[in-house]
């Protein structure tokens, strides 16, 4: 028997109310806030809600802000939705910028790793990825 192609792709996990922000067009966010910086220009990447195994989203990750001065926090308040007067990581609050989002129409399952907070590097099937429908939030 075929051995099925396995690919590795980076999952950003993420609370369930900010990524259904990300998801809707309407509300326009496409900073995600966090207290570390990351790497990962122009890639691809995925994203799932916290305390589920599934992705529902993927987006081409295009680039991180920071550290946030003060008046950086409040004048892109339109780009990552947070209400709140304070940078949540203070002088360590970077802003990771989404470009292009696509919605899975069906959530992908996926094996969650304990202790994975930010970052999870998924094996998955090939057919899996090839096989999902993903689609501009906008035809939802």
Same mark, same amino acid.
């Given at each position: 028997?075929?051995r099925e192609e ?11 109310g ?9 509300? $326009?966010k496409?900073?995600? @806030?966090r207290g ?9 990447i /995925?994203?799932?809600g916290? *305390?589920?195994?599934?992705i /529902?989203? *993927? ?5 991180? #802000? $920071?550290?946030?001065?003060q ?10 939705c947070?209400r709140?007067?304070?940078? +949540?990581?203070?002088? *360590?609050t970077y802003? /990771?910028q989404f470009g ?5 129409? #069906? +959530?992908? +399952?996926?094996?969650?790793? $304990? $202790?994975?907070?930010i970052?999870?590097?998924?094996? @998955?099937e ?13 035809? @939802?």
């Amino acid at each position: 028997p075929l051995r099925e192609e396995r690919l590795i792709i980076s999952v950003l996990i993420i609370k369930p109310g900010w990524l259904q922000k990300i998801m809707d067009p309407e509300c $326009g966010k496409t900073w995600e @806030i966090r207290g570390k910086k990351c790497k990962k220009d122009g890639q691809v990447i /995925y994203l799932a809600g916290s *305390r589920t195994s599934a992705i /529902y989203a *993927r987006v081409k990750f295009e680039g991180c #802000h $920071g550290p946030l001065t003060q008046d950086e926090w409040e004048a892109n308040v339109g780009r990552h939705c947070v209400r709140q007067h304070t940078r +949540p990581y203070g002088a *360590r609050t970077y802003a /990771y910028q989404f470009g292009e989002l696509e919605v899975a129409r #069906h +959530p992908i +399952p996926f094996e969650r790793v $304990g $202790g994975a907070v930010i970052w999870q590097n998924v094996p @998955i099937e090939h057919a899996v990825l090839t096989n999902a429908v993903f689609e501009a939030p906008e035809s @939802i």
